[in-house]
């Protein structure tokens, strides 16, 4: 599975799904955000692309998806 989005939606989405964010100070969020991007690019699941040449980064995340149903018998 493949997810693409441009920077500014990546870091709105981390902002939205990660409790760290919203309990930082509003002064270190910005800071925790960039950090946080930039280990993200080191990461061997994850494609910085620069599709239009015009300096917009763009980011492709790929997920392998692992379903397991259980249940009692």
């Not at 441009?6 to 960039?34: H, R, T």
């Amino acid at each position: 599975m493949c997810f693409r989005r441009n920077f500014f939606g990546y870091s709105d989405a981390i902002s939205a799904v990660n409790p760290i964010v919203q309990k930082l100070p509003p002064d270190d969020v910005e800071a925790y955000l960039e950090d946080f991007i930039t280990e993200v690019e080191n990461l061997e699941t994850v494609t910085i692309e620069n599709l239009n040449n015009n300096g917009e980064k763009t980011i492709r995340e790929f997920h392998k998806i692992f379903i397991v149903v259980a249940s009692k018998p």
